[in-house]
């Protein structure tokens, strides 16, 4: 059951898309392990993490597009769930430093011997445990999508009202997270990781596995939003995008289903989050500021919106993008190109670089007539 | 300690004498004065603490004069002159306060140490009490009501005798009631009646003179300082509640500024505009350009720059923001979240051309003369830059009001707000009615931005700081409805700071997050919405 | 009037008593009594603002009257439910404006209305079996929309959209039918095959038709009830009420 619902619907793009990350996985950390530096086709380990940290953004990305492309549901506050994430992966991080933090207490991250904190607050417990730090990553994010939909998606809190909400829960979790007394190291956040399941995380092969590893997480999260899209749930989603009061009059519980979509997305975007940690080396309250979800919705829309694949592409593009602009000497006029992208995506490119594609790949192939005559009027 | 009470009993008695002015002339012997010039001239802190009481002992009439010139570091003595140095430099012989043709050699400022420092302070308590000034007299008392100095108790109780002006009267007494308080050995029924004069005064102070009781006093006197104290702290819990209350107006009063032209934009075109923030920081920048202009070139206008500013801020920000719905949101009718992000761009382009023009720093606009200090009511502090701006917030909103009710656009808006197919069908041009709107609700940012360059930094990133709780206003107020809004961003203002007090600033403000987030699950539009059917549609 | 009687409460279908909702204080419906026996098909007219669709909004859960009664199957108070809770009760709605799902196939939106369990879990694993494929199939058959199946529903005309949203209705196997304006937009032709398939469907179904066209209310011969502001005018076979005084003048204006 669990195979035909994660293959059903499976199309050429997504068939590429899991090839072209498959040699992802394998290739890159060969070419980085194995091959001399002088090679031409050598992978530099900072490549490789920036890289890693784009496939983060993809993931990320992906989540987004599954409540937004889908579900019509615009979250201006999913870097919530992925900063909530990477929080968990970062307390975890915290507690593998042990003793070799700088005032070498066993049991209190440098920052609670700084703040003169005699014992570890609850909330910390378990967490120098990995498969309990694990589950936090998803649990965490999941849990406050479900109380945060449970009560929004019940009392039918729609369009700009959710969008604005997302944004203030967000917000106030950057308020929250930037305080000292809250215990998550306040406005530095968690820093100077050690070790990752007992592998140095400098480590040239450490970071050679994270790569990898989320290459994994990303065809894995591709391979769940395909499935759920694909299923009647999918269909009984665009429904709800699409018409939600004739969906409602079809017998469907609504709020269910998005409370469904709004989780899973959630989790999905804090596993994002996990593996974007330990690949940049930090977080901080700053990953809750609502601009950074907001240019989320903005990679999603880039690469074209209800495809999954496009949400992806849309990440690595904008971010690789940002990288390539921002060290150089174009490094001012960054903030220009990123808001006229707003402007020119949402006018003349509503579908994205892949919806785009597509439309003028049916057009070539078919004749005009043969095309679906009266396309529908994209729905909001 | 025992030496310095001591010599503080002989100024007291001495200042007494000088009260009888007979008596001070009496004994003011010349021989007595030079004494006290030549201890100053040989600039020995005992010698010096002597001539102090000297002077005060004999009235002498140059004496407040010296004194003061002592404590600021003023007077200056050598080769058996003795000099007071006035404030704007001029020299005086401190014997008779004729100006000195020239300096003569070998002066040097006469010494201070502590000793010699609280002989001083004494000194001007005392001679403070006696001021022919009212206002001297009322700020000496309470010099002696922080000191709490028993000795010059009797010094007090002459010049409350001798009192004639109300408000002097009181402070003296109360001088008078603080140092009872703390003199165990004055009669208890004074004491009793001393705690009911600072019960009447009142405030902090009184407060802490009266929790100043020593522990042994007697059951009748703790009793009523224990009923004095508990009324007091419940006057005083009052005021400070008046006092954040007129915070939270003042925060309330910022907010609606900010809000309001967003709640028009969204009510009449069901357009959030992410770029509004940035329509307030234009408006602040405008400000500053004004200001910059008029230092330059028309210094004497300085106190009419904010006035020659709210025009050009509205006109600026308006016709930004009608460039913003002509070129942009147009395009995107009906398609809400999309513009939310096409606005998102328009914030993020607009901030980064402030910054690459003005720098990224923070550009500093003056306060006017009318705007600058501030006055008390009361317990109450109030600046005049917030009085102003609460005053400013609601001729805005009045105006806006005003516009709406009885303009034609006004009429036009409201009919589009309502029902935009059949203002449509009624002729009416929503395109223009569309432009307009987003310029009016612009050009009124660029209002706020006016006012919020008098207390907050002007810097690209402003309008950021303001749009989520903008947003908040605007979703809890209800839309469609200036009512609402201004109801949201009052709530919304004096909650925030009735909150701070008890929970932090942080928190409350994630508390008003989280309740706010919770309200819209109860009310999804908002306190002042609008019913019917037509809105489910 | 249908006089309340205790025994037909449990034998109605649909059983509505002095039912009231108002609109910031227009009365959108006042007193409505109305019931509905089973397999019986019920036409309703009036003019434009006599309460038909707020009726039908009170009848599917998404408005709450003020006051009023209304059950269905005799034992199920609607007034509790929502909109979800009262499709699954059985009573299916076709909207005066067709609403279909204009981005997905015609098959899809049949598959989406077809009768199952709506909840996550199943719809999530679902596999259509070969009973609902060819449940599909004939209700495709009905419409005749077999031919167009995997083309979007968005791509449909007007018409062709009416008759998707009833082939849904069909899907859903509902135990009542509120049809709200089935021929509107249609040809002559169009209209009279309607006639023919509403029906056919009451046969083993009720069905309540709001409806304008006098001439479909004719062809479709049934018992018809006026609404006028909010409440009923008359009830009875139409040439009885179109005879009646009080409904020519609401109609004519008189």
């Known amino acids: 059951m669990i195979t035909r619902f994660l293959i059903q619907g499976m199309d050429k793009r997504g068939l590429v898309f899991l090839a072209v990350l498959v040699?992802?996985?394998?290739?890159?950390?060969?070419?980085?392990?194995?091959?001399?530096?002088?090679?031409?086709?050598?992978?530099?380990?900072?490549?490789?993490?920036?890289?890693?940290?784009?496939?983060?953004?993809?993931?990320?990305?992906?989540?987004?597009d599954l409540v937004w492309g889908y579900c019509g549901i615009l979250s201006l506050g999913h870097g919530a769930f992925f900063a909530l994430g990477g929080y968990a992966m970062g307390m975890y991080l915290m507690r593998q430093i042990g003793s070799r933090g700088t005032y070498g207490n066993p049991i209190l991250p440098?920052?609670?011997?700084?703040?003169?904190?005699?014992?570890?607050?609850?909330?910390?417990?378990?967490?120098?445990?990995?498969?309990?730090?694990?589950?936090?990553?998803?649990?965490?994010?999941?849990?406050?999508?479900?109380?945060?939909?449970?009560?929004?998606?019940?009392?039918?809190?729609?369009?700009?009202?959710?969008?604005?909400?997302?944004?203030?829960?967000?917000?106030?979790?950057?308020?929250?997270?930037?305080?000292n007394d809250m215990g998550f190291g306040g406005n530095n956040g968690l820093t100077d990781f050690k070790e990752i399941v007992g592998f140095n995380v400098q480590a040239q092969s450490t970071r050679a596995a994270l790569f990898s590893m989320t290459c994994v997480m990303l065809i894995a999260g591709f391979l769940i939003a395909r499935g759920i899209v694909s299923s009647k749930l999918g269909k009984v989603v665009i429904a709800i995008r699409d018409a939600e009061s004739r969906t409602r009059f079809l017998g469907y519980r609504v709020d269910r289903f998005k409370l469904f979509v709004f989780t899973v997305s959630a989790c999905m975007a804090g596993v994002a989050g996990a593996l974007y940690v330990p690949q940049v080396g930090i977080i901080n309250p700053s990953e809750f500021a609502p601009a950074n979800s907001i240019e989320t919705v903005i990679w999603v829309a880039v690469g074209g919106r209800g495809t999954l694949v496009g949400a992806a592409l849309g990440a690595v593009v904008v971010n690789y993008a940002k990288t390539v602009f921002t060290s150089g000497f174009m490094a001012p006029y960054w903030l220009f190109a990123l808001g006229a992208l707003f402007v020119f995506v949402t006018i003349f490119m509503p579908k994205g670089i892949l919806g785009t594609a597509q439309d003028w790949w049916a057009r070539r192939k078919a004749p005009p007539e043969a095309s679906p005559a009266a396309e529908p009027a994209p729905a909001e | 300690m025992r030496f310095v009470s001591c010599l503080l009993r002989m100024i007291a008695l001495a200042t007494l004498l000088a009260l009888q002015p007979g008596a001070a002339s009496a004994q003011g012997s010349p021989q007595a004065a030079e004494e006290a010039f030549t201890r100053l001239g040989a600039d020995s802190f005992s010698d010096t603490n002597r001539a102090i009481e000297i002077l005060i002992a004999n009235a002498h009439p140059q004496a407040a004069v010296i004194i003061e010139a002592l404590a600021d570091g003023r007077l200056l003595a050598g080769g058996g002159a003795v000099v007071v140095k006035t404030k704007d430099g001029k020299l005086l012989d401190a014997k008779t306060g004729a100006a000195l043709a020239s300096e003569p050699p070998g002066l040097s400022a006469v010494r201070l140490n502590n000793g010699v420092r609280?002989?001083?302070?004494?000194?001007?308590?005392?001679?403070?009490?006696?001021?022919?000034?009212?206002?001297?007299?009322?700020?000496?008392?309470?010099?002696?009501?922080?000191?709490?100095?028993?000795?010059?108790?009797?010094?007090?109780?002459?010049?409350?005798?001798?009192?004639?002006?109300?408000?002097?009267?009181?402070?003296?007494?109360?001088?008078?009631?603080?140092?009872?308080?703390?003199?165990?050995?004055?009669?208890?029924?004074?004491?009793?009646?001393?705690?009911?004069?600072?019960?009447?005064?009142?405030?902090?102070?009184?407060?802490?003179?009266?929790?100043s009781l020593p522990g042994d006093s007697s059951a009748g006197l703790r009793e009523a300082q224990g009923r004095a104290v508990s009324a007091i702290e419940s006057k005083l819990a009052l005021w400070r509640a008046g006092q954040n209350l007129w915070y939270g107006l003042s925060l309330g009063s910022v907010l609606l500024l900010a809000a309001i032209g967003l709640a028009i934009t969204f009510g009449v075109m069901g357009v959030i505009n992410m770029a509004h923030g940035e329509m307030v920081m234009l408006g602040a920048y405008t400000t500053f350009i004004v200001q910059e202009l008029i230092r330059t070139r028309f210094p004497g206008l300085f106190d009419y720059s904010l006035l020659i500013a709210v025009p050009l801020a509205f006109l600026v920000a308006g016709l930004v923001?009608?460039?913003?719905?002509?070129?942009?949101?147009?395009?995107?009718?009906?398609?809400?979240?999309?513009?939310?992000?096409?606005?998102?761009?328009?914030?993020?382009?607009?901030?980064?051309?402030?910054?690459t023009a003005f720098g990224p720093t923070n550009r500093e606009v003056g306060a006017p003369n009318f705007m600058s200090g501030a006055f008390e009511i009361g317990q109450l502090a109030i600046t005049w830059n917030r009085l102003w701006i609460i005053v400013f917030?609601?001729?805005?909103?009045?105006?806006?009001?005003?516009?709406?009710?009885?303009?034609?656009?006004?009429?036009?808006?409201?009919?589009?707000?309502?029902?935009?197919?059949?203002?449509?069908?009624m002729g009416i041009r929503t395109g223009r009615v569309d432009a307009l709107t987003f310029g009016l609700g612009s050009g009124v940012a660029g209002l706020a931005g006016v006012a919020l360059s008098q207390i907050d930094n002007v810097s690209p990133n402003l309008g950021q700081s303001y749009i989520i709780d903008s947003f908040m206003v605007v979703v809890f107020g209800g839309v469609g409805n200036l009512w609402g809004t201004l109801v949201g961003a009052m709530t919304l203002g004096i909650a925030n700071k009735l909150l701070e007090p008890y929970a932090g600033a942080v928190l409350g403000k994630i508390a008003l997050l989280v309740f706010i987030i919770l309200f819209i699950q109860k009310r999804p539009r908002g306190l002042f919405a609008q019913k019917g059917r037509a809105v489910e549609a | 009037m249908n006089a309340p009687v205790p025994g037909a409460l449990t034998s109605s279908l649909l059983y509505l008593d002095g039912v009231s909702v108002s609109f910031d204080g227009f009365k959108a419906i006042r007193g409505l009594s109305?019931?509905?026996?089973?397999?019986?098909?019920?036409?309703?007219?009036?003019?434009?603002?006599?309460?038909?669709?707020?009726?039908?909004?009170?009848?599917?859960?998404?408005?709450?009257?003020?006051?009023?009664?209304?059950?269905?199957?005799?034992?199920?108070?609607?007034?509790?439910?929502?909109?979800?809770?009262?499709?699954?009760?059985?009573?299916?709605r076709k909207f005066q404006k067709p609403t279909v799902f204009d981005f997905h196939t015609i098959e899809d939106n049949i598959l989406l209305a077809l009768k199952s369990k709506r909840t996550v879990a199943r719809t999530l694993f679902w596999k259509t079996a070969a009973a609902d494929a060819k449940r599909i199939d004939d209700i495709l058959g009905i419409i005749k929309l077999g031919d167009a199946r995997d083309r979007l529903a968005g791509s449909l005309s007007h018409g062709q959209k009416q008759w998707l949203e009833i082939g849904m209705l069909l899907a859903q196997d509902p135990k009542l039918l509120l049809v709200d304006e089935p021929a509107a937009g249609m040809t002559d032709g169009e209209t009279a095959e309607t006639a023919v398939l509403l029906k056919e469907i009451a046969r083993d179904h009720s069905v309540i038709v709001v409806e304008h066209d006098m001439g479909f209310i004719r062809e479709l011969g049934v018992k018809v009830t006026v609404l006028h502001e909010g409440s009923v005018l008359a009830e009875g076979p139409l040439d009885q009420v179109s005879a009646n005084e009080r409904v020519v003048e609401v109609y004519l204006g008189r």
């Open chain 1, 23 to 64: 040699a992802l996985a394998v290739l890159v950390p060969l070419a980085n392990l194995l091959l001399p530096p002088g090679s031409i086709l050598h992978v530099p380990t900072s490549a490789m993490s920036l890289w890693g940290k784009y496939l983060c953004y993809a993931l990320l990305a992906i989540s987004l």
């Open chain 1, 110 to 179: 440098d920052f609670m011997v700084f703040l003169n904190w005699s014992e570890l607050p609850w909330y910390w417990y378990g967490f120098s445990s990995f498969p309990f730090a694990v589950l936090m990553v998803l649990a965490v994010p999941g849990l406050l999508a479900f109380v945060f939909g449970w009560f929004a998606f019940r009392s039918r809190v729609t369009g700009v009202y959710l969008s604005i909400i997302t944004q203030a829960l967000t917000y106030a979790l950057l308020l929250a997270f930037f305080r």
């Open chain 2, 118 to 211: 609280r002989t001083i302070q004494a000194a001007l308590g005392g001679l403070g009490l006696l001021n022919p000034d009212a206002g001297k007299r009322i700020a000496a008392a309470e010099a002696v009501f922080k000191s709490r100095d028993a000795s010059l108790l009797p010094v007090l109780e002459g010049a409350i005798a001798k009192e004639s002006d109300a408000r002097a009267k009181a402070a003296l007494r109360q001088a008078q009631a603080a140092i009872l308080i703390a003199k165990p050995d004055a009669p208890p029924f004074d004491r009793i009646a001393a705690v009911d004069v600072l019960r009447e005064r009142g405030d902090q102070d009184a407060l802490a003179t009266l929790r």
């Open chain 2, 321 to 355: 923001g009608i460039a913003i719905e002509r070129g942009v949101i147009r395009f995107l009718y009906g398609r809400p979240l999309e513009t939310l992000l096409a606005t998102w761009g328009i914030s993020l382009i607009l901030q980064q051309a402030v910054r």
């Open chain 2, 393 to 425: 917030a609601g001729l805005v909103f009045a105006a806006l009001l005003a516009i709406l009710k009885l303009t034609p656009i006004g009429l036009q808006m409201r009919a589009v707000t309502q029902n935009r197919r059949m203002a449509s069908a």
């Open chain 3, 34 to 92: 109305l019931t509905i026996e089973p397999g019986e098909m019920r036409a309703i007219i009036g003019p434009n603002g006599a309460g038909k669709t707020t009726m039908m909004d009170i009848i599917t859960g998404k408005t709450k009257p003020d006051v009023g009664t209304v059950m269905f199957g005799g034992s199920v108070d609607l007034t509790k439910l929502d909109e979800a809770a009262i499709a699954n009760l059985g009573i299916g």
